[in-house]
Nanobody
Framework: QVQLVESGGGLVQAGGSLRLSCAASGRTFGAYNMGWFRQTPEKEREFVAA????????LYTDSVSGRFTISRDNAASTVYLQMNSLEPEDTAVYYC?????????????????WGQGTQVTVSS
């Protein structure tokens, strides 16, 4: 098993930046593909970005491509989400998740372990 703890959320003005971190403990971090998802009260949990075990492959949802960057430091057992040019539509609770299947996935159902979430609020 792996335990995940997100941090770095907060309130930021539109156009600003935040960097989310997700620290993992437990089983070897490098055994997992990692993903970031977000959710608002009005919507189902939405895929944001994912990164493969060694960090060679990444996926992004279209709405964040070019603005957000996912990265990982396996030595530090941490995955990051750098968010630039933030928009009010990015307001959500952001969750990191771990998946031990072969390829990276956009589907929440593919992920086995989840953090508790961190709130990101972007004001206009």
């Amino acid at each position: 098993q792996v335990q995940l703890v997100e941090s770095g959320g907060g309130l930021v003005q539109a156009g600003g930046s935040l960097r989310l971190s997700c620290a993992a403990s437990g089983r070897t971090f490098g055994a997992y593909n990692m993903g970031w998802f977000r959710q608002t009260p009005e919507k189902e949990r939405e895929f944001v970005a994912a990164i493969s075990r060694a960090g060679r492959n990444t996926l992004y949802t279209d709405s964040v491509s070019g603005r957000f960057t996912i990265s990982r430091d396996n030595a530090a057992s941490t995955v990051y989400l750098q968010m630039n040019s933030l928009e009010p539509e990015d307001t959500a609770v952001y969750y990191c998740a771990a998946d031990d299947s072969l390829g990276i996935s956009r589907s929440p159902g593919a992920y086995d372990y989840w953090g508790q979430g961190t709130q990101v609020t972007v004001s206009s």
